[in-house]
């Protein structure tokens, strides 16, 4: 008897996954600022594509970033020039995001299918909805997560070719996947999907594997065949970085290895263990994730301990946690279950009292701590977020009523985690923005330079700061030396410094966040000597 023959009846209905990861996707999703760092950086990449920057490889404010792949930006440009009319162009491009999770859902609960029954199909998807180390990734600017939905086309595929259960319509899947996960996310998209090369690999099927390469080939070709003829030195750069990351960069596992593991993999990791100790007589249907999941792990120990980093072994986990989840002892879905009702009861409690320090000033003391972080900012909440926030908490308090169920623990988690990210998407946002955006710094810049004048020199000016420049101000730098008479300087430092030799400070600014002894301060500069030059004063 399979799986899904022992499982209590009904199944989670398709219906209910389907909205709750829809209400995930969307929320918060086109309601901030871009934030610092890798939501300013590629949304600034894919606002230069919209505004005819070269779209056969990323830039940043018109200078090359050979540090990404470029799909995901593409569908970003697009979406920001269709939705312009109704959103924000970050708001809108944010969406691609939204659009590529929906795909790595939907390629996850057919790998699970495939892997293992029906209701691991509903599962896989739940489980990975509430992973503590998906949640900002699935919210920001992030072509990481176009990664994970190539990858997990691609482990569908794998799973079909392990089954034989439709073994063309497999191969035709994996290929497709395993080319956007490269088009995505480079190598780091290839190791998402490296353990459903498996199952083609111990495949004696010729016909297979020419679908599989003559699907993948064009996608992995198209990118260099696009830049190469005019550019080669910046795909050659791009993959210089690529290798590097792969190869150079590798290091001993660290203690915060463990900690970032334990954390971000939360709560996958205990139920793959789960499912590796139920299954360990009938290891079949589990070595293709176990399998991948130990070659991501290792990928991931050897590099940087960093939630992203973390990101190639969600896939994997998330199907052998499927594979084990809904036969958890009862005393054990018990414990799940109720730690997700109080950890998420909790959080939500503690986002409406935010919140009514926010709009009401009560209770006080919570007031004066916000007052204190974000000085200035003042709370108005509309009756339509208001209604939403109200109607998603009534709608988790609803589902405290489910009937005893394999799923319940699951949806409870994933439902919990769904409800304090829409509460704090619709309730705190406007206050983070208030001290997080880059929009009034990069205004007050623009302010403090005159209109007419002609090159702006940068020190210490990241990625992230260069694309905001241009994104909210039309600011592009340029690095020092690159022009023979630059007369005005940006630099942005941590430490309080006298002006350099032969320049004098103009303008001194920074986000209402950064204020500490370590912060970013922005401090605009002009030459001594030619402040009287046309352009220059």
């Given at each position: 008897m399979n799986l899904g023959a022992?499982?209590?009846?009904?199944?989670?209905?398709?219906?209910?996954?389907?909205?709750?990861?829809?209400?995930?996707?969307?929320?918060?999703?086109?309601?901030?600022?871009?934030?610092?760092?890798?939501?300013?950086?590629?949304?600034?990449?894919?606002?230069?594509?919209?505004?005819?920057?070269?779209?056969?490889?990323?830039?940043?404010?018109?200078?090359?970033?050979?540090?990404?792949?470029?799909?995901?930006?593409?569908?970003?440009?697009?979406?920001?020039?269709?939705?312009?009319?109704?959103?924000?162009?970050?708001?809108?491009?944010?969406?691609?995001?939204?659009?590529?999770?929906?795909?790595?859902?939907?390629?996850?609960?057919?790998?699970?299918?495939?892997?293992?029954?029906?209701?691991?199909?509903?599962?896989?998807?739940?489980?990975?909805?509430?992973?503590?180390?998906?949640?900002?990734?699935?919210?920001?600017?992030?072509?990481?997560?176009?990664?994970?939905?190539?990858?997990?086309?691609?482990?569908?595929?794998?799973?079909?070719?392990?089954?034989?259960?439709?073994?063309?319509?497999?191969?035709?899947?994996?290929?497709?996947?395993?080319?956007?996960?490269?088009?995505?996310?480079?190598?780091?998209?290839?190791?998402?999907?490296?353990?459903?090369?498996?199952?083609?690999?111990?495949?004696?099927?010729?016909?297979?594997?020419?679908?599989?390469?003559?699907?993948?080939?064009?996608?992995?070709?198209?990118?260099?065949?696009?830049?190469?003829?005019?550019?080669?030195?910046?795909?050659?750069?791009?993959?210089?970085?690529?290798?590097?990351?792969?190869?150079?960069?590798?290091?001993?596992?660290?203690?915060?290895?463990?900690?970032?593991?334990?954390?971000?993999?939360?709560?996958?990791?205990?139920?793959?263990?789960?499912?590796?100790?139920?299954?360990?007589?009938?290891?079949?249907?589990?070595?293709?994730?176990?399998?991948?999941?130990?070659?991501?792990?290792?990928?991931?120990?050897?590099?940087?301990?960093?939630?992203?980093s973390l990101l190639p072994l969600i896939l994997p986990l998330a199907l052998l946690a499927a594979a084990g989840a809904a036969q958890l002892k009862r005393g054990a879905a018990n414990a799940f279950d109720w730690f997700a009702l109080i950890t998420f009861g909790c959080a939500a409690a503690l986002v409406w009292l935010g919140a009514s320090a926010l709009a009401l000033g009560w209770p006080a003391k919570v007031a004066h701590n916000f007052e204190k972080l974000a000085p200035g900012h003042l709370t108005q909440y509309s009756p339509l977020a208001l209604g939403f926030a109200l109607l998603v908490t009534l709608a988790w308090l609803a589902t405290l009523r489910l009937p005893r169920s394999p799923w319940r623990a699951p949806f409870h988690w994933a439902a919990g985690l769904a409800l304090m990210w829409s509460l704090a998407a619709t309730l705190w946002f406007a206050w983070i923005d208030h001290h997080k955006s880059y929009r009034p710094v990069v205004a007050a810049l623009k302010a403090a330079l005159p209109p007419d004048f002609v090159c702006l020199e940068r020190i210490n000016v990241g990625p992230a700061q260069r694309a905001m420049l241009d994104y909210f101000a039309g600011l592009r730098t340029v690095p020092p030396g690159s022009r023979e008479r630059c007369h005005w300087r940006l630099v942005i430092d941590t430490a309080q410094r006298a002006s350099p030799a032969g320049w004098e400070e103009v303008w001194r600014g920074n986000r209402l966040t950064d204020r500490g002894e370590k912060d970013e301060r922005w401090i605009l500069y002009r030459a001594r000597d030619e402040g009287n030059s046309p352009g220059n004063t």
């Open positions: 022992r499982l209590a009846r009904p199944l989670l209905p398709w219906g209910w996954l389907a909205l709750l990861a829809a209400l995930y996707l969307l929320a918060g999703t086109a309601a901030h600022d871009p934030w610092k760092a890798e939501d300013a950086i590629h949304l600034g990449i894919a606002y230069g594509f919209a505004q005819g920057d070269d779209w056969r490889f990323p830039h940043i404010a018109n200078e090359p970033w050979p540090h990404t792949a470029p799909l995901y930006h593409w569908l970003a440009a697009l979406l920001g020039l269709l939705l312009g009319d109704f959103l924000d162009f970050h708001n809108a491009a944010r969406l691609a995001t939204a659009v590529f999770g929906a795909i790595f859902l939907t390629g996850l609960a057919g790998a699970a299918r495939a892997f293992f029954d029906a209701a691991a199909a509903r599962l896989a998807p739940l489980l990975a909805l509430g992973t503590l180390g998906l949640m900002l990734p699935l919210h920001e600017a992030q072509p990481a997560v176009a990664g994970l939905a190539g990858a997990a086309l691609a482990w569908w595929g794998g799973a079909l070719l392990w089954q034989n259960e439709r073994p063309r319509r497999g191969a035709l899947l994996f290929g497709l996947g395993i080319g956007l996960a490269f088009l995505a996310h480079g190598l780091a998209g290839l190791v998402m999907a490296s353990g459903a090369l498996l199952p083609l690999a111990l495949r004696r099927d010729g016909l297979a594997w020419l679908l599989a390469t003559l699907t993948a080939l064009p996608l992995f070709l198209c990118w260099p065949l696009l830049v190469e003829p005019t550019a080669p030195g910046l795909w050659a750069s791009w993959w210089a970085n690529e290798l590097a990351e792969a190869t150079t960069a590798r290091r001993w596992p660290a203690p915060r290895h463990l900690k970032e593991l334990l954390v971000n993999a939360w709560p996958l990791w205990p139920l793959a263990l789960w499912s590796l100790w139920l299954k360990r007589r009938d290891w079949r249907p589990l070595f293709a994730p176990a399998a991948g999941s130990v070659l991501a792990l290792l990928w991931y120990l050897s590099g940087s301990p960093r939630p992203l």
